[in-house]
């Protein structure tokens, strides 16, 4: 497996101080799944009648833990519920073996934590292939139910790690009738990010009492303008979950509240970009803008089809202010374009206009600007109303470097 010796330079300064939400503990530990010299395992025991939501990967050849937790969602919520998840290893394209895990794996969590078995969601991530050595983290299951505490929180978004750089964490607070509801949570993801659901792994907890169905719903929505806006690499993991648990410890409802979903928004967007932002290689934080599309639908097929051309991306790890590269993938998008209507600016700086580079434009311009860690391309097709907005890193030597390692 390939080490990664280097944090991000687009990473946070400091993983940030979340709130303890009452209701959920976690605990992590070493089963040495994969990695050596450091955590891989983590569970998460939340109380009874704790709402859960989920959002999966769309992924034909998706994992055994994802199609079971699938299986799962929108069940009796009355008892305990539990969440573990395993870095290095997927259980993804294992045939019966992967089911057979998620089985024992299952058991014995329900076994030792007292939780149903039907309401302990697992989740693996890693390498896709091999079968899951099961027994190692179901050895340390014992140390880490002992382990249990609202406050580890990071310890678990570290055990999650794969070829991440810095683990990933976002929190809100907002207030309810006056009373105060909170929001944690935490996500893995680097490489394969091209969702068709959400990022790798993404946890998020609130204290806020839910409706399961109504919670169902809103992470469904929130989902489509924040993680299925990212991209890194266009490729869908087999196990992409996206996990949101109310426990109601507050006993605040914020059931149809729309300062809990803007704030809910606020977290699910900024782990999203964090993800973005540890793209592996990436050296540059790429936001694209499209407005007067045809239709909100097609001008996200357009943002997703500059952000995933890799001539587009190598050409801003260059540093080149190529925007006929912007030019071919709108072109090849599929989506309504017309080449007499386009403008393309880079920043402030206009590129072109009218089917034709802008009168005023500058390249010396255009290439200082591309030398920035954080860059906007805005595209305008003239066509209507649609607009989307996507996110996206550059493409370097350092992602083929990790990938052409990754199970060395």
Known sequence: MATISHVSPLAPAYFPELPLIGGVRFASASAGVRYKGRTDVMLAVLQPGTAIAGVFTKSATR????????????????????????????????????????????AA???????????????????????LPHEKIIAKLEELDAALAETAIEDAARAIMTTDTFAKGAKAKVEIDGKPVKIAGIAKGSGMIAPDMATMLVYIFTDAIHDQAALQALLSKLTDTTF????????????????????????????????????????????????????????????????????????????MAIANSPLVKTAISGEDPNWGRVVMAIGKSGAAADRDRLTIRFGDILVAENGWVSPSYSEDQAAAYMKGQELVIAVDLGLGDGKATVWTCDLTHGYIEINADYRS
């Open 63 to 106: 994992s055994a833990p994802v199609l079971d937790c699938q299986a799962k969602i929108g069940g009796d919520a009355s008892g305990p519920a539990a969440i573990l998840v395993n870095s290095g290893n997927s259980n993804a394209f294992t045939g019966h073996y992967g089911q057979a895990s998620v089985a024992e794996i299952t």
């Open 109 to 131: 969590v329900a076994k030792i934590t007292g939780v149903p078995a039907g309401r302990v969601f697992t989740a693996s991530t890693g390498v896709i292939g091999e079968p």
């Open 228 to 303: 299925n806006c990212i991209t890194v690499d266009s490729d869908t993991s087999t196990s992409d979950s996206l996990m949101l648990a109310a426990t109601g410890a507050s006993g605040v409802d914020a059931t149809g509240n729309a300062d809990f979903a803007a704030a809910l928004n606020g977290v699910m967007l900024d782990l999203a970009q964090q993800v973005v932002r540890d793209g592996e290689g990436a050296t540059k934080f790429v936001e694209i803008r499209v407005t007067g599309a045809a239709s909100d639908a097609d001008a996200k097929v357009h943002g």
